[in-house]
């Protein structure tokens, strides 16, 4: 399976675009092993504005828990790669935003920092609406960084299509 293309990528956005403003809700992002490219491929979207709120890009330890309240302890017993953290992204996102819905990412690119637990390509990703639970899964994604980092944007992209 090859990583999504640009085209692909701006067509799941545009049609995500079109039933966040339909039903009126809006959108931040948390994101770490993207560093941004969700809330990128949102605001490649013209009139996101009307429902993209913000995008936080946290890849350190610090800007975890200075931006999105994740937990020392969470960070230090689970890692930034598990599901414990990207609960937490995802429920800081919505404390740190005015969004209705909120995605988080936090996973293993590569080339390096994979381990026999967590090898490259593992990613975390989580959805949550404000107010209601938050739902989280876990991937592994094939190809290079930059085949690992496509396939995380399509796939939070389409994940909040599903939680619509």
Do not use: N
């Amino acid at each position: 399976m090859t990583a999504p293309g640009d085209t692909q990528l701006h067509d799941i956005a545009e049609t995500l675009g079109r039933r966040m403003q339909a039903e009126h809700h809006t959108l931040v992002t948390a994101e770490s092993c993207t560093g941004g490219w969700i809330a990128k491929t949102v605001t490649d979207i013209a009139g996101s504005s009307a429902w993209f709120d913000c995008g936080l890009a946290a890849y350190s330890y610090e800007a975890k828990q200075a931006l999105l309240g994740v937990r020392p302890q969470t960070l230090e017993e689970h890692g930034a790669v598990s599901r414990e953290t990207v609960l937490e992204m995802v429920s800081g996102a919505l404390v740190s935003s005015g969004a209705s819905i909120a995605v988080a990412v936090t996973g293993i690119a590569g080339p390096g920092g994979g381990t026999e637990d967590k090898p490259v390509g593992t990613v975390w990703i989580a959805w949550k609406r404000r107010g209601g639970y938050a739902h989280a899964e876990v991937f592994h994604f094939d190809g290079d960084r930059e085949a690992v980092r496509r396939r995380t944007v399509a796939s939070a992209l389409e994940g909040i299509d599903r939680l619509l």
